[in-house]
């Protein structure tokens, strides 16, 4: 999908294309080639196939100026490209959600894992930081609503739960859903910093120096778009019972129904 002329071929014929290719850690130049370069080559096929309309996904926070957070940085650099593009007349709405979580997300199943690994007590990393999770299929029901929309044209729509949380919360919360005991330690700044340093040399790198940089700013929804696009907010906590229940083969069902009737 780097490729141009395949890109070109795959965007011939569409009303819209959707973007929602993003990674959370790469070099400097993979995260450019991801965040900035594709969003570039992906404006060019589709201004060039004469497909209309672009729903490009971004994240909250993110930031061209961002100093220190490659993630946000550059996904703040594929925001202003896509963006760009208003002026050549493609029709461009990006998304800026929260964490976002359902079923096998990555956030949940990360510290799931940690959880179930730990000792009794769980060292955490940044236990002060603000998230406001919102679930899987409002964002796609904000993609959806937002393809017939045109008052969303132009518009960087940030997306986020009813409510914030802070990292110790969740984990909290997420440890008594699955009926674990353990204590969380709320590690400092420095502490912090270093688990982060140590835990981006294991494999997967489930926690790194970029992911701490993100962290320091409050994932918090300044202006929700989803009441404004027709959708109700879901609550973390009418979707995580099925999200970790025994019976995980009918997880994304019952997430999707307790999500709709919550
Ligand atoms: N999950 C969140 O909490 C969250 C929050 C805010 C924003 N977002 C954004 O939402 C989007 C989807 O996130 P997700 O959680 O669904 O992530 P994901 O499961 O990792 O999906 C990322 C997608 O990007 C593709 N991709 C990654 N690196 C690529 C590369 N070098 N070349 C081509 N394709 C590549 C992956 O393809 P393969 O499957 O083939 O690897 C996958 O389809 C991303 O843009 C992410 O930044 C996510």
Redo the contacts with the bound molecule.
Sequence with gaps: ??DPATLARLVRGCRAVI??????N?SPE?FR???VE?PRKLVTAALEAGVPRLLH????NADPGEPHSL?LRT?GEGEAVVHAALAQGLQVTS???????GPD???LRRFATLLRLAPGVFPLACPEARLT??Y?QD?VDAFVVALEEARTVGRRCALCGPRTYRLRELVALLARTLGLRRRILGLGEGLSRLQARLLQHLPGQPFTMDNYHSLQHPSVCGENCLPELGIPPTALEAVLPHLLGPHQHQARLQAYRAGHHA
């Excluded at 996904?57 to 909250?60: D, G, P, T, V």
């Excluded at 998304?95 to 979580?101: E, M």
Aim: aromatic fraction near 12%; charge should be positive; hydrophobic fraction near 55%.
């Design positions: 999908m780097h973007n929602l290719v993003g990674v959370l790469a993979g080639r991801v965040h594709l996904m971004s994240a909250l993630y996904k998304f800026r959600p929260s964490v976002i979580f997300d990555h956030f999770p919102v899987v964002v």
